[in-house]
């Protein structure tokens, strides 16, 4: 499929998005492969789009995502998480870390940087709570990444961020297994042990030479909080770098939306209610705002289970509640923020 730019007076029900689509006052209002049915129409329409991108199909071709694509992504997503055990594991016992062999994870996960949307389809698919300290490295420099692309920062920069999230928690190796995979919750020393892994990672890397300073940084400050009651250090706002302020985002995030050995992950819908409640205390606003508004569009398409347990598909989420999305069952559409009753109960 090739791509053509078309007056959206002339869109079609069935057509797919070729790339993704910002208001004049930069909202997201859909993103790329979501297919163009009644209610995105009246949306662009609202949001006065004159033009979008859109595939351009053969006559006798069937309207369809690329399966390769998000095939190679997810077959890239397993082989880093295989490669970062390794690497972790060799930091652990003190053994020398190829510089290649993080260069090789790294790239291998950058050269994905404009799939977003089969990025976090991906993330949503594959969840491991078994090895949840290498999956969720993994997750968090992905999403370190997209952030960090929606920030507009430099390639430098965005490289520095994928390596970040890969490192930010290997000091969970040196946390005593049987509190990391404990099943109820943890107490106060054991959450005391749990507060030293900052700490342990960064003792980890700080004399070699193939962590950058930027990364060692992240590893020992990626749980410190704008208000200060962060740790290990209760740094504030004012004394975390941008990369930081990236991570502890990501970090969270991910770790809301993931299967853990204590709870069951919560959908992205309840994970962006509960980060927006603590951004402006915890969490740098302009960089929770931006990775909130962006990742909430790429879930337009994804299917979902709701609490009435009927099924759908995600047909929009808006800008201003981004909470609520907007669901499609069969011809129906449910507006979730006129709902209250109706909430997404998981992702399927």
Known sequence: MGKKCVLVSECKIGDIIAQKIVSKYGATIAVEN?????????????????YIWIYSIDKDELPKIDKTSFSDVKKNYKTNIIEINQVVNDLCKGKKVEVNKIDKISNSIYKNINDEYYIVKCLSELRDSEEYVYTHSVNVSFYGMLLSKWLCLTKKDINQIVVAGLLHDIGNVKVPIEILNKKGKVDVEEFDEIKK????????????????????????????????TGYPLGKDGDELSIYCKIIAVVDAYDAITSDRTYRKRRTPFEAFEILKNNS?????????????????????????????????????????????PVVSIGERYIDLSKESDIKVKAML
């Open 197 to 228: 892994h900052p700490i342990y990672g960064y003792n980890m890397v700080k004399d070699t030479s193939i962590v950058s300073d930027v990364v060692k940084e992240v590893i020992l400050m990626h749980h410190e909080r704008m208000n200060s």
């Open 34 to 50: 979501t297919v163009i049915n009644n209610y995105i129409i009246k949306k662009l329409a609202t949001f006065e789009t004159k």
């Open 280 to 324: 402006m205390e915890y969490f740098d606003i302009h960089v929770m705002d931006t990775f909130l508004e962006n990742i909430a569009a790429c879930y337009v398409g994804s299917k979902v289970l709701l609490t009435n347990d009927e099924e759908g598909e995600i047909l929009y989420v808006p800008p201003h509640c981004i909470t609520n």
